[in-house]
């Protein structure tokens, strides 16, 4: 044998060795930011019922690209498969959602107004209906949608994880989803329980981009929810109407739509 | 086009649009705060605002009206500016085309209000509630989640 190579096989033995052991305590990967939000999906998909409220901030933009910020609180009640409830109080908005398996109510207290709509018997399929019919849509209330995660997804750019950040005091793991127009940025507890702690949206095109906030709080996943909950009962006094439909014929927004009458919207 | 809308709501819509009532409504809200932000759904949630759309207020009207716009700044209460949630003034819009003037405006049928003139009076025909300001019917709906008023032919004639 070459005595040179004698004196390198020390250092070969080592140099394998040493890498052998870097690999080993090199930190793991990190997770992906759709991993994490898909078990953010899939637990609360699991959840039979489930209850939490949400500290509601949002920005009203002005003309200069500056905003005002309101705000609001909500309870928001999920029995699955078939049952949703929404109360919403605060600035210019003092309402409750309703879904009993059949129908969607909207009741505006401040009015004394509410009205129904005839919907699928699931939650997925009443909030499409009431979106895509009646252009309504109630804050958060996709939380409960058992297909969360696709909603989350469409159009969606790009996503980044932002590591682990705390809110109220939880520690969360910061997840960006970019959109076209719009930033999602959720805050999804770590451990066990990944629920959503934070939620902000952000307009990324407008001036100011305006941004709306909701801290979710007091999570209850163990109470039982009553049927009383979820079934709307006029108050007296209350008044009926109509959700205006989205797809009406004579909307000017229709390409076959008639010509425009007149006024200004 | 005389319209007798009070008998039901339901059917009147359903003549109202069959005959080319126009209700004047938006594709989409610029920006959605408030009770209906907070959604993952639906094409504005990937894609984004489309058009010059006013930004209305929690609670006030839609008082501010776009650079593209030919008419006169007006709120829905003559020269007054609408009201914000809190009752104090409205934040103007980030340059939509719309504009909501009082019953001394050129309201036409179909059009469209966040909030009512001032000196509104409520009405009940037919069982029906209507909004009367100047001689101008309004009927209440939901559009979205808020609170709307429409212009509706006088329900009387």
Known sequence: MNPNWIFFVPWVLWLSVATASAAQVQPAATPEPEKIAHQMCDYLKSLKQFSYQAEVDYDQPDPDGRSVQYGFDMETYVRRPDRLRVDAEGDGIDKQFFFNGKTITLYDKKAKMYAAMDVPPDIEGALEKAHDDFDLRVALTDLASPILCDHLSKGRQGSRDLGISKVGGIATQHLVLDHKEIRLQIWIEVGARPLPRKVVITDKNLPGAPQWTAYLNHWNLVSKLNETLFTFVAPPGAQKIQFLPVKNPASPDRDDAPAKKGGHE | ?157
């Open chain 2, 1 to 157: 086009m005389k319209l007798s809308i009070g008998k039901s709501v339901p059917i009147a819509l359903v003549i109202a649009t069959a005959l080319g009532f126009t209700i004047h409504l938006r594709k989409a809200e610029a920006w959605r705060g408030g009770y209906g932000g907070g959604s993952f759904r639906g094409d504005d949630y990937a894609e984004g605002p489309r058009g010059g759309q006013a930004v209305e207020t929690p609670r006030g009207g839609e008082a501010a009206q776009g650079p593209q716009g030919t008419e006169a700044v007006e709120g829905p209460r003559g020269n007054e500016a609408a009201e914000g949630p809190r009752g104090g003034e409205a934040m103007q819009g980030p340059g939509g085309d719309t504009a909501v003037r009082g019953p001394q405006g050129n309201v036409a049928v179909g059009d469209r209000v966040t909030a009512l003139p001032a000196e509104s009076n409520r009405v009940i025909v037919s069982g029906q509630t209507y909004y009367v300001a100047g001689g101008v019917y309004y009927m209440p709906f939901y559009y979205g989640g808020d609170i709307t008023y429409v212009v509706v032919e006088n329900p009387n004639d």
